[in-house]
C-alpha cells in the first residue's frame, strides 16, 4: 500500500487533481489538506476517523480489508456486538439483537482498531512474543545439549566407579584365593605330619 499518495476523492469529484494528505475511514477515501479541514468543520463528518495519509499507507492488507458495511441489509455497521462476536448495522440492532445488552459503538473503537499506533503496538507485542518464544526455544535446545552432556558424564562416572568396584573385588578375591591356598597347604603339611607318626 505504500508509495504514491492517492488523489483526493473530493477533488477528483471536481475534476480537479490532488494528492490527499490524510485519509477518512468513514468516506474510504482521501483528502487534500483543504478538503480536510473541511471534512473536520462540517457537522457530518465532524466525527469521522482521519489519520495521516503515509501512516494509511503503512496499515496491513488485512485491517484494510475489514468490512465497513452489513451484508445482509448494505448498510454501514453502527455497533458490535459481544454476546454474538459480530459487527451490526442499525437494521440487525432492531432485529436480531434489540435484546443484547453488551453492545459498543463501532465510531467509539474503529479510529482506534485502524489507527497505525494500536497496530503498532500490537505488532511491537507481536514481535516480542515471538522473540521470547524463539528465546524459550533455543533455552529448551541448549538445555537438552546440556542434558546430554550430562548424562555422558554421569555415564563415564558410573564407569569409572565399576571399574574401581570390579577391581577391588578382583583383588578380593585373589586375597582369598591365596589365603585359602594358604590354609589348604597348611591342612596338607599337618597332615602328612599326622601319619608320619
Not at 459487527?87 to 459498543?104: E, F, P, Q, V, W
Not at 597348611?186 to 601319619?195: C, G, I, T
Request: glycine content about 4%; aromatic content about 6%.
Amino acid at each position: 500500500m505504500e508509495g504514491e499518495s492517492p488523489a483526493c476523492g473530493i477533488c477528483d469529484s471536481r475534476h480537479i487533481s490532488k494528492p490527499s494528505t490524510a485519509w477518512c475511514f468513514e468516506c474510504n477515501e482521501g483528502l487534500c489538506e483543504e478538503c480536510k479541514e473541511h471534512h473536520i468543520l462540517n457537522k457530518a463528518s465532524k466525527s469521522h476517523g482521519i489519520i495521516p495519509v503515509n501512516e494509511f499507507q503503512k496499515l496491513p492488507v488485512s485491517v484494510l480489508q475489514i468490512e465497513d458495511f452489513c451484508k445482509s441489509h448494505g448498510e454501514r455497521y453502527q455497533a458490535y456486538c459481544h454476546k454474538h462476536e459480530c459487527s451490526c448495522c442499525t437494521k440487525c440492532l432492531i432485529g436480531d439483537h434489540k435484546n443484547c445488552k453488551d453492545l459498543t459503538d463501532i465510531n467509539d473503537v474503529i479510529c482506534n482498531i485502524k489507527s497505525s499506533n494500536m497496530l503498532l503496538e500490537i505488532e511491537k507485542s507481536m514481535r516480542e512474543v515471538v522473540e521470547n518464544l524463539q528465546r524459550i526455544k533455543m533455552n529448551r535446545a541448549e538445555n537438552l545439549s546440556s542434558l546430554k552432556i550430562y548424562r555422558v558424564t554421569i555415564e563415564n562416572e558410573i564407569q569409572t566407579v565399576r571399574q574401581k568396584i570390579n577391581e577391588h573385588f578382583n583383588r578380593l578375591e585373589r586375597e582369598l584365593l591365596k589365603e585359602l591356598q594358604t590354609i589348604e597347604n597348611d591342612e596338607r603339611k599337618k597332615s602328612a605330619k599326622f601319619w608320619h607318626l
